[in-house]
T-cell receptor, first 115, second 114 residues
Framework: NAGVMQNPRHLVRRRGQEARLRCSPMKGHSHVYWYRQLPEEGLKFMVYLQKENIIDESGMPKERFSAEFPKEGPSILRIQQVVRGDSAAYFC?????????????FGPGTRLTVL | AQKITQTQPGMFVQEKEAVTLDCTYDTSDPSYGLFWYKQPSSGEMIFLIYQGSYDQQNATEGRYSLNFQKARKSANLVISASQLGDSAMYFC???????????FGKGTRLHILP
């Protein structure tokens, strides 16, 4: 049973480019969460999605950031016109559709470096 | 608002000794869960242990135990018989049961010395 998959594991972008981060949840999981970890910091919640719905985006920056979780395919976190401050590790977690959302299983993360 | 405080940015411990990593939390929710995660240098987040706010007994998982003191809002992680492979960053976290997001502390970097 494969865990949460994230790709790419490392992503380098120049300022002004777009970054697309992908997350495939565990099999049977329909809830996806994105977190950001700045250097030497803990993870901070960004957004919570279910299939085709954004449930909670209270942690998302108001501009340049968007997330989706389509009916088919992985969840995508998209950062437009990246800036150096976007350099961070981005973690995706998933949880099953029933039961407590305590059970969030984390992926290995995508490390974004903006040059 | 919910908050997690980890006051030890770094710790050095001799191999085979027990380690206590401090964590205090703040929440007005009566029902919540507390977590500890380990993040080695490779970067992944490894779930270690979970404690529910209504659990009567302290959680244990192998060499990990959570010293839960509800009145003090404290959830310290105890690692018994530390090993070199325990060297990593450790994060305390919580989630209110009515909520979906996990709130993380800033972490404690643990170094196990041979």
């Amino acid at each position: 049973n494969a865990g949460v998959m994230q790709n790419p594991r490392h992503l380098v972008r120049r300022r002004g480019q777009e970054a697309r981060l992908r997350c495939s949840p565990m099999k049977g999981h329909s809830h996806v969460y994105w977190y950001r970890q700045l250097p030497e910091e803990g993870l901070k919640f960004m957004v919570y999605l279910q299939k085709e719905n954004i449930i909670d985006e209270s942690g998302m920056p108001k501009e340049r950031f968007s997330a989706e979780f389509p009916k088919e395919g992985p969840s995508i976190l998209r950062i437009q016109q990246v800036v150096r401050g976007d350099s961070a590790a981005y973690f995706c977690a998933s949880s099953p559709p029933t039961g407590v959302a305590n059970e969030q299983f984390f992926g290995p993360g995508t490390r974004l470096t903006v040059l | 608002a919910q908050k997690i405080t980890q006051t030890q940015p770094g710790m050095f411990v001799q191999e085979k000794e027990a380690v206590t990593l401090d964590c205090t939390y703040d929440t007005s929710d009566p029902s919540y869960g507390l977590f500890w995660y380990k993040q080695p240098s490779s970067g992944e987040m490894i779930f270690l242990i979970y404690q529910g706010s209504y659990d009567q007994q302290n959680a244990t998982e192998g060499r990990y135990s959570l010293n839960f003191q509800k009145a003090r809002k404290s959830a310290n992680l105890v690692i018994s018989a530390s090993q070199l492979g325990d060297s990593a960053m450790y994060f305390c976290a919580m989630r209110a049961n009515r909520d979906d997001k996990i709130i993380f502390g800033k972490g404690t970097r643990l170094h196990i010395l041979p």
